[in-house]
């Protein structure tokens, strides 16, 4: 095994171990923990399937931290889903949270296991039956809009409300992350930036937002019914025009060109176009979406952030990660995904 695998491994028993002696005392109505097998993971985040003595299977979500602040964003994204549980959003069901790092080594909070898969890959996406491809993209607009119609204080989510609009945080937060190197790579990282401050068109509604809503957040089954929205760790307050442009920066127009990382639906025959989800978004939105190119121009740019943070961490001397990626691909995407947001900006 690589070092890599006897990392995984040795986590794994870890989490095995600290559950049986753990869960007893704060979820007894659960049964006995068997086994424990990864089920995804990123640089946040990872999520186990936890099958019990019953036949049961659950989800534990664990930071990949174990610092005060992953225990915060543990704590507040098990309180957010449990909110939305009482909503017409589809979320997992929450059993409990725990921000104590010695039972399995960080912060995690245990959800309902929900029957689905995220189509986050070009054969995932082709796996599903051609007569069942179409309407997935606008089931999503829909819940998207379901989303922002959740009253945030109603729901007692107003401590994710702030003062400043959303787009204007993250593009203060976004230009911090980047270097000299970044911008002198790619230029249009500050110009496009620069463009999308001056243009702003204010926030005149704030409404929850996910933060990165897109199919690969969404469980969905064989025949492509929605069962659940996940990865709420990134979910604030602002402008839902601002969750909607990051939706479709994530879809693409069937036959549109253009490298990406991951493969949007709109590359595989079937999948409905951009349009199509905003029309089923507005069919259920109650809120005007003029000015959305300029959201979906923020989009863009906020990507091609993302990208030039990959190409950094991924080209940096002596990194080790389990992820495989072409830096020419992502190098391509942030070229393209900046000149998409320049054309949207004109």
Not at 30 to 58: H, M
Request: aromatic share 6%; glycine share 10%.
């Amino acid at each position: 095994m690589t070092d890599v695998d006897h990392v995984r491994v040795a986590q794994e028993e870890r989490v095995l171990s600290g559950l049986r002696t753990w869960l007893p005392t704060r979820a007894p109505e659960l049964g006995a923990v068997q086994s424990v097998r990864p089920i995804s993971g990123g640089r946040s985040n990872l999520v186990y399937g936890i099958d019990t003595d019953d036949g049961a299977t659950y989800c534990l979500r664990c930071s990949t931290s174990d610092d005060g602040a992953a225990a915060k964003a543990i704590q507040r994204e098990y309180e957010l889903v449990t909110a939305l549980g009482a909503t017409a959003v589809p979320v997992p069901t929450t059993y409990a949270v725990c921000t104590d790092v010695q039972v399995i080594g960080a912060p995690f909070f245990l959800m309902s296991f929900a029957q689905g898969a995220a189509l986050d890959s070009t054969d995932a996406l082709r796996a599903v039956a051609p007569g069942d491809r179409a309407t997935i993209g606008t089931k999503l607009a829909r819940a998207l809009a379901d989303i922002h119609r959740v009253g945030v204080e109603a729901a007692g989510l107003a401590s994710l409300l702030r003062a400043e609009p959303f787009v204007l945080r993250q593009l203060r937060r976004w230009r911090g992350l980047l270097t000299e190197q970044d911008v002198a790579e790619h230029p249009g990282l500050e110009s496009v930036a620069r463009s999308l401050e001056q243009r702003f068109p204010g926030e005149p509604r704030v409404a929850l937002l996910h933060g990165d809503f897109k199919i690969g957040n969404c469980l969905l089954t064989a025949d492509g019914q929605l069962r659940a929205v996940v990865d709420w760790e990134l979910a604030s307050t602002g402008d839902p025009r601002a969750d909607l442009g990051w939706f479709l920066a994530s879809w693409s127009a069937p036959g549109e060109s253009g490298t990406r990382i991951v493969p949007p639906p709109g590359r595989v025959p079937g999948y409905c176009g951009r349009d199509d989800l905003i029309e089923a978004y507005a069919g259920r939105a109650d809120a005007p979406l003029d000015g959305l190119t300029y959201f979906e121009a923020f989009a863009q740019w906020k990507w091609a952030c993302i990208d030039a943070g990959i190409r950094r961490r991924f080209s940096r001397p002596g990194h080790v990660s389990a992820t495989r990626l072409d830096l020419d691909v992502v190098g391509a995407e942030l070229t393209a995904r900046l000149a998409r947001a320049g054309e949207l900006l004109e």
